[in-house]
DNA sequence: CTCATATATGTGTCTTTTACAGGTAACGAC
DNA sequence: GTCGTTACCTGTAAAAGACACATATATGAG
């Protein structure tokens, strides 16, 4: 239970840090990005925290997770070597990723519900 | 990546589930139910569904959250041996618990913007 | 030319969190 | 006795994330 990592937030005088982000968030918000124009990892990578506020997110975890988008057909991609510089792997949605887009605006509706309905009691005595 | 547990969404005639939950929301809705009033496991484990939806909390895990709680003096705990049946363990949210769950709150008041930054910028470009 | 930096894509591995599958024990109803 | 309910607990594996490191292309400073 002890370490680094999302439960270590212990910090200076008896402070804490705490985030509440959505589980795998990351995956809508590149489904975001991509609905609105193919675009390669690195690019996603600096465009990712305007949707995830300023956390950083972590670049290997983020080529493995679109290739694991690809893998399940979600994500369609190319290799383009037209710009100077290393060749870069141009991503686009496809129907199912965009399909699967609007189930998770769906479903941060709902989260959105019930957590409204947490601070609305954790006011109500506090 | 493959198997089960909270990326395996593939169901009948190409659907998904998603469920976007808070990470660790667990460990809120824990406190604030304590903060209300003391309770022991089991029953917490029957009201959590209030606050996280629908969705059952493993007993086990909630048991080995709740002894992590009370190692990190965010509650505190003793044996009720009063009532018949098994003994249980009856838990209070302490000072630092209820400090915690005040972080907690306002991290959740952050998460709700940005969530509803990201629906704003899903619809805009439907 | 060499070195640092920026761009761009990756792998390896550990921790944390969650999911799942069990086990132990007290008590009441039958 | 044994069945169901209440109540607590452990073991283990998978998923997601954190962190460290590897590779290669191009550009600009010196």
Redesign the interface.
């Known amino acids: ?1 002890r370490g680094r990592g ?2 270590s937030r ?1 910090h200076h005088h ?1 402070h ?9 968030f990351t995956e ?2 590149l489904l ?1 990005l991509l ?2 124009r193919p675009a390669h990892g690195y690019d996603l990578v600096e465009r990712l925290p305007e ?3 300023d956390q950083r997110v972590e670049m290997g975890n983020l080529y493995r997770l679109l290739r ?1 988008l690809e ?2 057909g979600l994500v369609e991609s190319e290799w383009d070597a037209s710009t100077p510089g290393p060749a870069k792997r141009r991503y686009a949605i496809t129907p ?1 990723g965009t ?3 609007e ?10 519900e ?6 609305k ?3 109500e ?1 506090g």
């Open positions: 239970m999302p439960r212990r008896g804490w840090s705490v985030h509440a982000r959505v589980e795998r809508p918000a975001l609905r609105e949707l995830t506020g694991a893998e399940e199912a399909h699967l887009l189930h998770w605006a769906e479903a941060l509706r709902r989260s959105q019930r957590t409204s309905e947490f601070l009691r954790y006011e005595r």
